[in-house]
Nanobody, 117 residues
């Protein structure tokens, strides 16, 4: 059974930092492209960042709204991806979801991030 378990969410002040983690199990992690999505209240789910499999170069993409502030990375030895979020803004408040895709796709249950003073 495939599981994606996010952690690291919480409350942070504007300008602060958080690091999200997504631990994967039940799949051959290294072949999967991995992404972070987020969904704010009343808004559609949007792509935040993605990283390809190591065999395809581990290339990264970012939403324009987070470029230069967020960094996605993967550790194949730990079957885990990370999202380092710096210089956070109130508009980063959302539920953040981990997503894995190859021939199948899987979602995590989400972790809540609040950015507020």
């Amino acid at each position: 059974q495939v599981q994606l378990v996010e952690s690291g969410g919480g409350l942070v002040q504007p300008g602060g930092s958080l690091r999200l983690s997504c631990a994967a199990s039940g799949l051959t992690f290294r072949v999967y492209g991995m992404r972070w999505y987020r969904q704010a209240p009343g808004k559609e789910r949007e792509l935040v960042a993605g990283i390809t499999s190591t065999s395809t170069g581990g290339m990264t993409i970012y939403a324009d709204s987070v470029k230069g502030r967020f960094t996605i990375s993967r550790d194949n030895a730990k079957n885990t991806i990370y999202l380092q979020m710096n210089s956070m803004k109130p508009e980063d408040t959302a539920v953040y979801y981990c997503y894995a895709v190859w021939f199948s796709e899987y979602w995590g249950q989400g972790t809540q991030v609040f950015v507020s003073s």
